[in-house]
């Protein structure tokens, strides 16, 4: 696929160049589909990747924080930019239809049979930072610098950036003064969305137990039923956002799970939930969750419950808010590289955790979304107002058409990366 290309963009001119031929990451693109892997599993998926770093003459890192790869290619001095792309694959029925999608079942961690499937479309991640590397290997005569390719386990978890940091990440490769990422989306494909600023949400989740005092059903009086307080809780929560959190400032506060119980004639000794935030301000953050254990906690004391509920933080990752100069110098390269395709993304309520690896060293962070909804589609649908009823990300149904997917992800990442790396 050729892009819109200005005469005067140099770096046009080495994408068009360089760019690999992209069947063979078609071909990984399909096989990592058909065989995905759950956060945490991701053994032959970084396979994959390490040996095509390797090929591709990479210095290559394997088994970082569980299945994490860290590949590095030094061409001279210049700044040192880090590209990541996530690797793992969701609890998810696929329901696609496609002559290659996934019909694998694997244990979890828990030993349940779980189905899977990337729902989230990082099998697309994994190829265009294949192709990526490629391309700028075979192109490493126009620029200088240090290139790490990083791809991470566990994002669904949002625990692999972390994970591969607390086993010394940085100890094994440079540190990067910037680090950049890009995300397949419901959006026209072909298209690329960038923004400054706040970008993604950060998450919260809890794990809650209230305890109550069992007994007979047909007995309440003798018991502190933990199902009423557990309703009573789940009311008054919504009331943080409709109250406690600032009009124009976001939050989303989500009961995911409420269970209790096993048969209709006995009031349970205790019920859990499972609690869900999500915030871009770092206050709002912090009100939200103190608001959450306040609650909790008062209205267990107000059934009478002596016991202390049981609020456990079970992960936390940062919002995403992509630093504003690092936005500026791409916008200088992406508009007229894609010209009327690049377009303006609105803030997501979905989260991240690739900025820990920019914000572990110091370094600013951008992460831009590419379009992987077929073209006829989504036209489709913007005229009959439907687009939201188009599959997305987490979605049984959610696939991005290959081409030109994939092409606009490798043009997209590669041409990131030379923004910054020395030209010469």
């Known amino acids: 696929m050729q892009v819109k290309e200005d005469k005067g963009n140099d770096l046009a001119n080495v994408i068009n160049c360089y760019r690999p031929d992209l069947k063979p990451f078609e071909d990984v693109y399909r096989h990592l589909h058909t065989n995905p892997e759950l956060s945490g599993q991701e053994e032959q998926t970084a396979k994959i990747a390490s040996d095509h770093l390797k090929t591709t003459g990479f210095e290559v890192h394997t088994k970082i924080g569980g299945h994490g790869v860290a590949g590095v290619l030094r061409n001279g001095t210049g700044p040192t930019i880090l590209l990541r792309a996530d690797m793992d694959a969701l609890p998810v029925e696929e329901q696609t239809g496609l002559p290659y999608a996934s019909t694998r079942h694997v244990k979890d961690g828990t030993g349940a049979d779980k189905p899977v499937m990337h729902a989230c479309g990082h099998d697309s991640h994994v190829a265009t930072l294949m192709a990526t590397a490629t391309l700028l290997q075979g192109a490493r005569e126009h620029w200088s610098g240090t290139l790490i390719c990083i791809f991470q386990p566990a994002e669904e978890n949002l625990d692999g950036a972390k994970a591969m940091l607390d086993d010394g990440l940085y100890d094994k490769i440079p540190k990067p003064e910037l680090v950049l990422a890009q995300h397949v989306t419901r959006m026209r494909v072909g298209t690329v969305g960038l923004r400054a600023g706040p970008l993604m949400t950060a998450a919260d989740s809890f794990n809650v137990r209230i305890f109550g005092r069992g007994g007979h059903g047909s007995a309440p009086h003798t018991t502190i039923d933990p199902i009423v307080v557990g309703a009573s809780i789940v009311m008054r929560l919504q009331t943080i956002v409709s109250r406690e959190v600032a009009p124009g400032k976001l939050a989303v506060v989500t009961c995911g799970s409420i269970h209790a119980g096993q048969s209709p004639n006995i009031i349970p000794a205790y019920l859990d939930l499972q609690l869900n935030v999500r915030t871009y301000d770092a206050e709002v953050r912090k009100r939200v969750c103190a608001s959450i254990h306040r609650i909790i906690e008062n209205e267990c004391l107000a059934a009478g419950i002596e016991q202390k509920p049981e609020v456990k933080l079970t992960y936390s990752t940062p919002s995403t808010i992509n630093d504003g100069k690092t936005v500026d110098a791409l916008r200088e390269t992406f ?48 005229a009959k107002g439907t687009v939201d009823e188009l599959p997305s990300n987490h979605s049984p149904f959610y696939a991005p058409v290959i081409q030109p997917t994939l092409c606009t992800g490798v043009d997209a990442m590669a041409l990131g990366a030379l923004t910054f790396l020395n030209q010469k």
């Open 335 to 382: 508009g007229p590289y894609f010209g009327d395709r690049l377009v303006e993304m609105e803030p997501a309520t979905a989260s991240e955790d690739f900025s820990l690896l920019a914000t572990a060293v110091g370094a600013p962070y951008a992460m831009w979304m590419f379009g992987g909804t077929d073209s006829e589609i989504w036209d489709d649908a913007v």
